[in-house]
């Protein structure tokens, strides 16, 4: 399997932001940005694969500042990582005022991708050929992110094991929470 390097499955999606995209408040839902989110991840990291892949998960989606209707939505993605039959995929969204001509950088975030074969098992994906200090910056990083990801899950799953019920009036005292059982 021939490696390929980061910029031949370079991918860029632009759409309009029409107004049935908008939510009551009269801003984009967060879930169009989603969907168009997991569109790029998945066109680039098929493209990077050769064959049809699926998302497993997503990591640091924040919608920090609001999508009006009328904007022009770039999602720029890039495969910035490879396991074996894993990709990370780095994705950058720009929103544009046509007026004004205004660009705002409202997230940058990851899709994990994972390459699966025709019996629809993980299938091995080809090595990434690095060609610039940015692509060299990009692996390292997401290298760092799974490992980190990795360390939070275990923690995640240690929290909830280790949850004392009888040591909730300590626990929760300065919450804004208030314990009423019924049974
Ligand atoms: C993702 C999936 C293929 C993993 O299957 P599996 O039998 O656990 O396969 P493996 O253990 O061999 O893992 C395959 C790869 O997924 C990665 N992976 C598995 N779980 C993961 C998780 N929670 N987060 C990130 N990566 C994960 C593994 O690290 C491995 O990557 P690598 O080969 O680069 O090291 C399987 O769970 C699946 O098909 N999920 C449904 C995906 C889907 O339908 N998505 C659409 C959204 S509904």
């Known amino acids: 399997m021939e490696a390929r390097p980061v910029r031949s499955s370079q991918t860029t999606i632009t759409e309009l932001m029409i107004p049935s995209y908008a939510n009551f ?3 984009i ?3 169009i940005l989603l969907s168009m989110m997991d569109k790029v991840a998945y066109a680039c990291a098929s493209k990077h694969a050769g064959t049809y892949c699926v998302t497993v998960s ?3 989606v924040e919608f920090l500042q609001p999508v009006e209707v ?3 939505v770039s999602l720029k993605a890039s495969v910035n990582y490879v396991g074996r039959t894993s990709l990370m995929v780095g994705i950058r969204v720009e929103s544009e005022n046509v007026k004004s001509g205004e660009i705002k950088h ?3 975030c990851f ?3 994972v390459a699966k074969g025709d019996d ?3 299938m091995e994906v080809p090595k990434l050929v ?4 940015e692509d060299i910056k990009r692996f390292i990083e997401a290298m760092r992110v799974r490992e980190i990801k990795e360390k939070v899950r275990e923690e995640m799953d240690d929290a909830k094991s280790t949850i004392e019920v009888s040591m909730a009036g300590e626990i929760l005292k300065n919450e804004r929470c208030i314990i009423k059982l019924t049974r």
Do not use: A, I, Q, R
């Not at 690095?130 to 200090?133: F, H, I």
């Open 25 to 27: 408040g009269g801003k």
């Open 29 to 31: 839902h967060g879930g």
């Open 58 to 60: 997503v990591d640091k």
């Open 70 to 72: 009328g904007e022009l």
């Open 106 to 108: 409202t997230n940058s």
């Open 111 to 113: 899709f994990t991708m």
């Open 120 to 122: 629809n098992k993980p």
């Open 130 to 133: 690095l060609e610039n200090d």
